[in-house]
């Protein structure tokens, strides 16, 4: 699905909202964001949590949907121990999930893996969805490679991996990137993600397949889990998105045909919030006039 608006129409400017409690009548479920939204890879936010919990007690369908490389379980348990409970959610779309799944089509090839070991729990699941266990080769056997991100994050850039992306497209393999995310703040540190390496891929030729945000099958594959969950069929048009990032959450909401909530203090906190938290009114409002496609809503953060 992609975005309705005729062409001609100038784009209708995003509304500020203190709490989804003004809006939460409007929507059947709600695919929500993790890393920036939930949590910063450091702690959790309460207020997003209990803004979840309390669309679960008003009968909402609620997906986290999010571009971590790893299976649903390695995240529900990350969110546990950060303390975002079960009662929050539904179900939990990965990116990692459905790297697994291209991972396990692409037998009898064997992957070459760029990211830390941390992400390996990815090949268990492609593991079993494949029936044979599928493990990372050295680069001569590969016949594509998955990339889950960068090693040290913390330390490097995407400039460290010229030499290996290199020669990856030297052997002509197709990459499987794992999480399209660029860059995200763990703490108060920007580190790059896999998406970044992925787009360095494709300038230099290589044909790159897109598990995650904003492409279409993460957003299939969490519709599908609400639908079973709940035994009924989702509008796109009554789904909303929560997001931090522009480029993923928002656009990939907007392709699918649904209404959105950009969260402004993720991703781009540093464009619109001074080091005393508070919003740039000035900047947010030429931002969105820059926007074909401005979010629906927008919030400093997620709160009922």
Known sequence: MTDRRPTDTPPSPATGLAGLSAIAERYDAILCDIWGVLHDGAKAFPAAAQALRALRKTGKAVALVTNAPRPDYEVAAQLTELGVAPDCYDAIATSGDVSARAIA?????????????RDLPLYDAASRMAGVEIRPVALDEAGFVVCTGLVEDTVETPADYEAVLNACRAKDLPMVCANPDLVVYRGNQLVYCAGALAERYEQLGGAVEQSGKPYAPIYRAALAMLEKAHGVSLDPARVLA????????????????????????????????GRDGALDAEALKQFFADQDRPPTFYMGRLAW
């Not at 089509?105 to 070991?117: A, E």
């Not at 909401?253 to 969260?263: F, H, K, S």
Request: charged share 20%.
């Open 105 to 117: 089509s692409r037998l009898p090839s064997k992957p070459f893996q760029i990211g830390p070991d």
């Open 242 to 273: 929560i997001g931090d990032a522009m480029h993923t959450d928002i656009a990939g909401a907007q392709n699918m045909g649904m209404d959105c909530v950009w969260i402004t203090t993720g991703i781009h906190r540093e464009d619109f919030h």
